[in-house]
């Protein structure tokens, strides 16, 4: 089973940064797009960022400039720099990828992690 497992939320004040990281595991072949979405209570799972295998990002306006997504493909792991963080930043962050698996291959995938809690507050 293809597993996407986030780790990093936490409380944070706001004006600090966060790192979220998120690894693949299972029968991987190959990862395409990984991805972070956030969702809070009564909106819609919306995109963050996101990066190509080939490492071109992209992001929301609402954090251009204030997220870095990075990826490591050795390690099938793709990460979110939050800085200068907000309080509307406080959502459930979720990874989320398109992945090849051994068993699927040459098919892509969506696979979404369980989530990590982000909190800005003072």
């Known amino acids: 089973q293809v597993q996407l497992v986030e780790s990093g939320g936490r409380l944070v004040q706001p004006g600090g940064s966060l790192r979220l990281s998120c690894a693949a595991s299972?029968?991987?072949?190959?990862?395409?797009?990984m991805g972070w979405y956030r969702q809070t209570p009564g909106t819609v799972r919306d995109m963050v960022a996101f990066?190509?295998?080939?490492?071109?990002?992209n992001y929301a306006d609402s954090v251009k400039d204030r997220f870095t997504v990075s990826r490591d493909n050795a390690k099938n792991t793709v990460y979110l720099q939050m800085n200068n963080l907000k309080p509307e930043d406080t959502a459930v962050y979720y990874c989320?990828?398109?992945?090849?698996?051994?068993?699927?291959?040459?098919?892509?995938?969506?696979?979404w992690g369980q989530g990590t809690q982000v909190t800005v507050s003072a």
């Open positions: 990066i190509t295998s080939g490492g071109v990002a």
């Open positions: 989320n990828a398109d992945i090849r698996s051994l068993i699927t291959r040459p098919t892509l995938r969506n696979y």
């Open positions: 299972g029968e991987i072949d190959s990862i395409a797009t």
